[in-house]
């Protein structure tokens, strides 16, 4: 028998899948070391266990197929009904004994990676709509996914680090998060500068800027709130880095 492949032909997109599925399969192989046991865990998210971590991951992949049903069908299939109703969903799962919470990871993995399979090269270009409200064509939802499956892998504590994160995906996470402060206004006075990729991002229009700079992986992970290991602040009226990183502002 022949295997099914993507009915997409669009290398972009076809690119664009291979990042969400290595991306799931790094997050799989840190879930798989991880032992019933350690899932009790705390991880690096304030709050939330490895268990929460794992529960949201799973319940995005379904709540992304859903938005992928709903390109395929026309029929509206919203990834939520709620912001609430989502929280409480990853609550819910959080307490499901280990091997339904792994069970929940792996079968709602392949349901999604079907659905994107089976998506007719026309119907990418569908629009659906996000928990937040934003309106945009399925091909989004890969990245969408992609996201959450690198980051989150950090997420579990047991060894991952924004190094192992693709240089595409780390590039695209630093836009998305330095885009949502520029929206909010919240980069007024930051600049961030990649030391290793020539990349500079935030508010360069400033005549006395905060400048906070690294490698592309220790900025990002600073960016993403999740520690600030190799990255170094200069603020105005110093000649130099004065050793303290100010906090990233909330990007989500």
Do not use: C
């Amino acid at each position: 028998m022949v295997a099914r492949q993507d009915q997409t032909t669009d290398p972009e997109l076809l690119t664009a899948l291979l990042q969400a599925r290595r991306g799931t399969a790094f997050f799989a192989r840190k879930l798989n070391e991880l032992s019933d046991a350690e899932l009790d865990g705390d991880s690096l998210l304030p709050g939330w266990t490895r268990r929460h971590i794992t529960a949201h991951i799973g319940y995005n992949a379904r709540a992304i197929a859903r938005l992928i049903e709903w390109a395929a069908t026309g029929v509206e299939t919203p990834m939520y009904p709620s912001t609430e109703v989502r929280d409480h969903e990853i609550d819910f799962g959080a307490t499901l004994s280990p091997i339904a919470l792994r069970h929940l990871f792996d079968h709602s993995a392949v349901h999604l990676n079907v659905e994107w399979r089976d998506l007719p090269g026309g119907a990418w270009h569908h629009k659906v709509r996000t928990i937040q409200g934003r309106e945009v064509p399925a091909t989004e939802t890969v990245w969408m996914r992609s996201r959450e499956v690198w980051m989150h892998a950090v997420d579990l504590a047991n060894g991952a680090s924004f190094a192992d994160i693709p240089a595409p995906v780390l590039e695209r996470l630093l836009t998305d998060i330095t885009g949502a402060w520029t929206t909010r206004g919240t980069d007024q006075g930051l600049v961030v500068t990649v030391t290793d990729r020539d990349l500079t991002f935030g508010d360069t229009a400033s005549a006395t800027p905060t400048m906070v700079s690294g490698p592309l992986a220790a900025v990002v992970e600073w960016a993403a709130g999740r520690g600030n290991g190799g990255v170094t602040a200069t603020r105005p009226g110093t000649e130099a880095n004065d050793g303290t990183v100010p906090a990233a502002p909330k990007w989500i």
